[in-house]
């Protein structure tokens, strides 16, 4: 067949495989044309929900934990006074030597031996400063369960009290020191009973009331 003429009939197929290029493919010449339009946005393979936001509001306190405005005075006036209490009681055995002083003198026109005179003295004198003690440790222990919501603790208080201020009448005149030293400790017991006689009436109010019920039925329960 010369050249020029074309092929007649169906062209035969290539046999055999197909030999591969040799060399590296050239690169291509120019820069690459920039995307027109907005890009189309991925179909998401999963359709997952949106995950909720946190809530970050704190949760409503519950009522039993809900301690009224009154409670936190209440205990402040009721640890203040065993504080104040503490320094009278303190103050009174520190200065312990003018009163058995005074004791003494008390006891001139007796016709005992001043051996037993002395022995009277410091049993009269370490008694009330013992009395002194066990009451504030006694209304410690009770101002502790008050402030957890027994409400046995409150008539316990209303009770101990009285018999709180009875005592400091009583061993006032014994505990009594000479000059500024004697100021602290009369002070120190007159303030503490004042004290504890406005905390007490201040546990009787209304929301005290309440509080102090709603602890009582949940311990119950």
Not at 42 to 68: C, H, I, K, N, V
């Amino acid at each position: 067949m010369s050249q020029g003429e074309p092929e007649v009939g169906p062209r035969e197929p290539e046999v055999g495989p197909r030999e591969p290029e040799v060399g590296p493919r050239e690169p291509e010449v120019g820069p690459r044309e920039p995307q027109v339009g907005p890009r189309e946005p991925e179909e998401s393979t999963t359709d997952r929900p949106q995950r909720p936001g946190m809530d970050r509001t704190p949760a409503p306190a519950s009522p039993l934990r809900a301690r009224p405005r009154v409670l936190t005075l209440v205990m402040g006036l009721f640890y203040g006074a065993v504080g104040v209490g503490i320094v009278g009681v303190v103050s009174a055995f520190l200065w312990r030597s003018d009163s058995r002083t005074g004791l003494l003198d008390a006891m001139a026109g007796s016709t005992a031996d001043p051996g037993s005179k002395q022995q009277a003295a410091d049993i009269v004198l370490y008694g009330s400063i013992g009395a002194l003690a066990l009451l504030l440790v006694v209304e410690l222990a009770l101002i502790a369960r008050l402030g957890t919501g027994r409400a046995g603790a409150r008539p316990a208080l209303t009770i101990i009290v009285p018999a709180h201020l009875v005592v400091v009448f009583l061993v006032r005149d014994v505990v009594r020191s000479q000059g500024w030293q004697g100021t602290i400790v009369e002070a120190s017991l007159i303030i503490q009973a004042a004290v504890l006689v406005v905390a007490v009436a201040l546990s009787w109010i209304r929301p005290m009331g309440r509080w102090l019920h709603r602890r009582s039925r949940a311990s119950t329960s």
